[in-house]
């Protein structure tokens, strides 16, 4: 043992060990403030004050959930110009029920009219449904609002 290294300053030694484990700390902590903070942000349309698009059954437009995204991924502002604004019967697979959207597909959500939340419960994930709802947001991606399980 006599060949091990011994520090010349067990008091440096020890003052260093005490600042990175402080430091460690403070990073871990404002990760997980931060963290907090985010997951605080509400993100229901209704809890921000949202006010969606009336529906139009009238105008409604028949499309498929993977038609719709294929649409939005291949050009944004062509989506924007024929769909945004706009009601839709979207039918597709739900990949996904949250406690007031689905998620269709895995690309496209669904939010419920407060009125059909209650519906969820009746849904499976891999059941084929049809909504209707009004195509908004279509900056990063696009949300169907105001939907009605039909």
Not at 44 to 49: I, N, R, Y
Not at 101 to 117: E, G, H, K, R
Request: proline share 5%; net charge negative.
């Amino acid at each position: 043992m006599s060949n091990v290294p011994q520090p010349a300053n067990k008091a440096a030694a020890f003052v260093i060990m005490i600042v990175i484990g402080v430091g460690g700390a403070w990073v871990v902590g404002n990760v997980m403030k931060a963290a907090n903070e985010v997951s605080q942000v509400p993100t229901k349309p209704v809890e921000q004050g949202y006010v969606p698009t009336p529906r139009n059954p009238s105008q409604a437009v028949d499309v498929s959930a993977s038609a719709l995204y294929a649409a939005y991924d291949d050009n944004e502002v062509r989506f924007n110009q024929q769909y945004v604004g706009k009601t839709v019967n979207v039918t597709g697979v739900v990949h996904r029920i949250f406690d007031d959207s689905i998620m269709f597909d895995s690309s496209t959500n669904c939010y419920l009219a407060p009125n059909q939340v209650g519906k969820l419960a009746q849904l499976s994930k891999g059941q084929t449904i049809t909504v209707q709802g009004v195509i908004e947001d279509a900056t990063i991606s696009f949300r169907i609002a105001d939907c009605i399980v039909l």
